[in-house]
């Protein structure tokens, strides 16, 4: 992270680390007086606390609006990150996605980041569920240990009233920047995707 917002500052850099290491490296591009930020992507305490200490920015994902509070806590410890944060939100039928809504978030409590996460945020049974199914080749039983409420609390479907204000909570949770990542789940891809964009504006 130090080599990278070293090089993105437009100078020579020479730079010799445990990974990495470089000599007079220069961009080839002339920056002037725009800098890229430095997001990092964090989920728990370790990447948070990286996020604090180097980075312009900390972005959440697969996050309940429930737990941001808790996320904000852990960079505001130290640092002035901004936080952004993905909304998986769709204006779309609930039948139409509902399927899909628990295909995506077993395929993410089966990775141990993302399921610490979830455990934190309050979903630790549904995650042992889901964990326990796959161990044993269960993929169907894994699937519908995914509970309505986890669903609800990440993959949000709906109508735009209550896709603005689910955004709208992202917010007032703490944060600054929301990332709204449209679930297209439904007979028209390209109209659900609109309809979700638009109800957000």
């Known amino acids: 992270m130090t080599l990278l917002k070293e090089c993105l500052a437009g100078e020579s850099v020479s730079f010799k680390g445990d990974f990495y290491e470089c000599s007079r490296f220069r961009l080839g591009v002339r920056l002037g007086e725009r800098r890229p930020k430095v997001v990092v992507g964090a ?23 429930s737990h941001v509070p808790w996320s904000v806590e852990q960079v505001r410890k130290g640092g002035d990150a901004t936080i952004y944060g993905y909304v998986h939100v769709g204006v779309c039928e609930r039948a139409d996605g509902i399927d899909l809504a628990r295909r995506d978030l077993f395929s993410y409590a089966v990775v141990d980041a993302y399921a610490a996460g979830f455990e934190r945020a309050g979903f630790g049974a549904e995650v042992a569920e889901i964990r326990a199914r796959h161990a044993a080749g269960d993929r169907d039983g894994a699937l519908a240990a995914v509970s309505d409420e986890f669903v609800d609390a990440i993959d949000v479907m709906g109508d735009a009233d209550h896709v603005r204000a689910t955004v709208q909570s992202y917010v007032d949770a703490g944060v600054q920047v929301p990332v709204v990542m449209p679930l297209p789940w439904g007979p028209d891809r390209m109209a659900v995707v609109d309809a979700t964009m638009r109800a957000v504006l």
């Open 43 to 65: 989920l728990n305490p370790a990447m948070l606390q990286l996020a604090r200490e180097v980075a312009d920015g900390v972005l959440l994902n697969y996050v309940p609006a």
